[in-house]
């Protein structure tokens, strides 16, 4: 007699082969930026705004942090929210629209060839953005039940546009200047529309779910994130507001105030949902996404330092922005990303692979799928080599730049090869099987 | 014919992936009730919206296929009452941690 269908919702996972591109591209690109950084240490220093900085940049926030996270928005909100994503093909051609525009974009940078070619890389992003944006809110529509988590990633998706739109007009103003005021005061307000609007806004929603899922916390308070939430929101509009109206200075102070209250009601709730934990022991994605916190914790005292303090030299300012760079990127989103990835490409590859063989056959672990000692190696090398960054911008040493971006480049190689290990096991486990 | 028992036996084969623990120690399995037709099986998970709720399911669905071969097999899915800390077993505790 046959089973009867499970009366459970189904068919709300989005397709493994989608998915897996925006995952693979993204480490990927993390090798592509430790490279690049590495060839080029000897022009990281002085003013933010030069062609190859600029290039890495863009690599590090659209081809790293931004493509993990659009392929996590498409696996985690069919899942989180409980609806079938609006249109598989849209999120398939946003890939390819995404990464050619992500590639024009670096290479006009890195060669400053600006003009048509870089305002038309910067379109095509906007586009893959756009495109994003109208699935997400199409998918979005079909809710009937919110929580904080989609809250926080509905409203990043707006940030994401408003990021999009800037960065494309910044392109254009670079080739056909039309802007009336100094390029890099939009700049700053791109950089944090992106940085706090779109990549903390997604952290903190995903955080929101994911951390007490895999820590199995439970029962903890939840109203510091719905002071993140109001706190940052206001924080970022007014800070962006007065950006744009150059208004009174003590009302900006005010926003960036209300900003750094946001991120520490965030770390509140963090620790809450850790002291609650029932899990006590961390693994190895979580020992990476615990220190990325803590850098979380530094490149928000750095950024509050920066709006605040004043610096008596132009050069010693610029050595504290490319801290704060350094914190933000390496520090907090790129090692969040590498922790999380521990925790989500096994898994992805278990669901495609295994879902169906257990409880049928033998089926792996998730930790089981990649060398915890290679992540647990990986990760002392990429925190030294973020030390070791921070004290040579610090001391102006470059020779030990080099020092830090090698090792950030080594820790990237031994990552790459874990998740690719992951995308292999499938195979390799089944065949043991059949031999066994 | 698997009594309740058997069936419960053969369900601590069923292992979380991620933190590789039986769904019976975990204490997710609320019930299982057995007739001459069907053997019907209500569960829960630890966290409302977890990914793995359709291969948990399914697993259970697999599982209790191997050991009952002709009865009708209903895995229901429920969110009350929530999972809490006090339906694991010592067993699970040790696996955390505790």
Not at chain 1, 346 to 353: I, T
Not at chain 2, 1 to 27: F, H, Q, R, S, Y
């Amino acid at each position: 007699m046959a089973s009867t269908p499970l009366n459970i919702a189904s068919g709300m996972t989005p397709s493994f082969s989608m998915v897996r591109k925006y995952f693979v591209a993204a480490a990927a690109s993390f090798l592509v930026l430790c490279i690049g950084l590495t060839a080029s240490y000897s022009d990281i220093h002085g003013h933010h705004f030069q062609p190859r900085l600029l290039a890495l940049t863009h690599i590090a926030t659209l081809g790293w942090i931004t493509m993990i996270i659009f392929g996590a928005m498409y696996q985690l909100i069919p899942v989180v929210l409980e609806v079938k994503l609006y249109s598989e093909l849209l999120a398939e051609l946003q890939f390819w629209i995404f990464t050619a525009g992500v590639v024009g974009l670096a290479y006009g940078f890195w060669r400053f060839s600006v003009g048509m070619h870089l305002a038309a890389a910067a379109g095509l992003v906007l586009l893959a953005m756009i495109v994003f944006v109208f699935n997400v809110l199409a998918t979005m529509a079909k809710v009937t039940q919110w929580n904080i988590t989609g809250l926080f990633l509905l409203t990043s998706v707006v940030y994401l546009l408003l990021t999009g739109i800037s960065g494309f007009l910044l392109s254009i103003n670079l080739g056909f200047p039309f802007i009336g005021r100094i390029h890099l005061d939009y700049l700053k307000m791109h950089a944090h529309l992106g940085f706090i609007g779109w990549v903390t806004m997604v952290v903190m929603g995903v955080s929101l779910k994911l951390i007490p899922m895999f820590g199995l916390s439970h029962d903890f308070p939840t109203a510091p994130s719905k002071y993140a939430y109001a706190f940052l929101n206001l924080g970022l509009m007014g800070t962006m507001v007065e950006w744009l109206l150059t208004g009174a200075h003590w009302l900006l102070d005010f926003y960036v105030c209300l900003i750094l209250l946001g991120i520490a009601s965030f770390l509140l709730q963090l620790f809450l949902i850790y002291r609650h934990r029932l899990r006590k022991a961390l693994d190895v994605g979580m020992e990476h996404s615990a220190a990325a916190f803590l850098f979380f914790f530094f490149a928000a005292a750095a950024g509050g330092f920066l709006a605040f303090a004043t610096f008596g030299d132009a050069e010693a300012k610029e050595a504290f922005v490319l801290e704060y760079g350094v914190l933000a990127l390496l520090g907090f989103a790129s090692l969040l990303i590498v922790g999380q990835m521990y925790k989500i490409v096994p898994f992805l590859v278990w669901f495609h692979n295994f879902s169906d063989k257990a409880g049928r056959e033998p089926v792996p672990m998730l930790k089981d799928m990649y060398s915890e000692r290679g992540a647990e190696i990986e990760l002392v090398i990429l925190l030294l080599g973020i030390l070791v960054l921070l004290a040579a911008i610090w001391f102006g040493l470059q020779g030990l730049l080099l020092g830090g971006f090698g090792l950030l480049l080594l820790g990237s190689l031994i990552f790459a090869y874990n998740i690719a290990a992951v995308f292999r096991i499938g195979k390799t486990y089944g065949d043991q099987r059949g031999n066994s | 014919m698997a009594t309740k028992e058997e069936i419960l036996e053969a369900l601590k084969t069923v292992v979380d992936p991620e933190l590789g623990i039986n769904v019976v120690d975990l204490g997710l399995i609320y019930g299982v009730e057995v007739d001459d037709k069907s053997v019907r099986v209500t569960m829960t998970l630890t966290t409302h919206g977890c990914p793995l709720h359709e291969s948990m399911a399914a697993a259970v669905q697999n599982v209790i296929r191997m050991v009952e071969l002709t009865k009708e097999i209903h895995v229901d899915l429920v969110w009350e009452p929530a999972w809490n800390p006090t339906l694991m077993t010592d067993n699970a505790r040790r696996l955390l941690g505790w």
